[in-house]
């Protein structure tokens, strides 16, 4: 069906910065919507960004607000993340996902496709 493919991760410093990048292949006529959503150890999942696929449509969650950045390239079938201004809180794994709709964007259940993920770890 759809394959995603997470990758940009490693280890940084506080206050740098990361671009992650998820690529999509197979059938993704049905994909409305890709987001964003990050995982630490203990913790649950929880909602990063958001874009539309062609309607120009992004969310991004309020702690990441102001530092992070989602973009797509949908010629090269392409969603970023580029992240700024790093904080330790925001080491986790970071995971791409995709759905057919944008109501309840945020919920991480209700995403059809996810990648492996790639990993995040921010240091002092």
């Known amino acids: 069906q759809v394959q995603l493919v997470e990758s940009g991760g490693g280890l940084v410093q506080a206050g740098g910065s990361l671009r992650l990048s998820c690529a999509v292949s197979?059938?993704?006529?049905?994909?409305?919507?890709m987001a964003w959503f990050r995982q630490a150890p203990g913790k649950e999942r929880e909602f990063v960004a958001a874009?539309?696929?062609?309607?120009?449509?992004?969310l991004v969650a309020d702690p990441v607000k102001g530092r992070f950045t989602i973009s797509r390239d949908n010629a090269k079938n392409t969603v970023y993340l580029q992240m700024n201004s790093l904080k330790l809180e925001d080491t986790a794994v970071y995971y791409c996902?995709?759905?057919?709709?944008?109501?309840?964007?945020?919920?991480?259940?209700?995403?059809?496709?996810w990648g492996r993920g790639t990993q995040v770890t921010v240091s002092s």
């Open positions: 996902g995709t759905r057919s709709g944008w109501v309840r964007i945020t919920s991480d259940t209700s995403y059809a496709y």
């Open positions: 197979g059938r993704t006529g049905s994909t409305y919507a």
């Open positions: 874009i539309s696929w062609n309607g120009g449509m992004t």
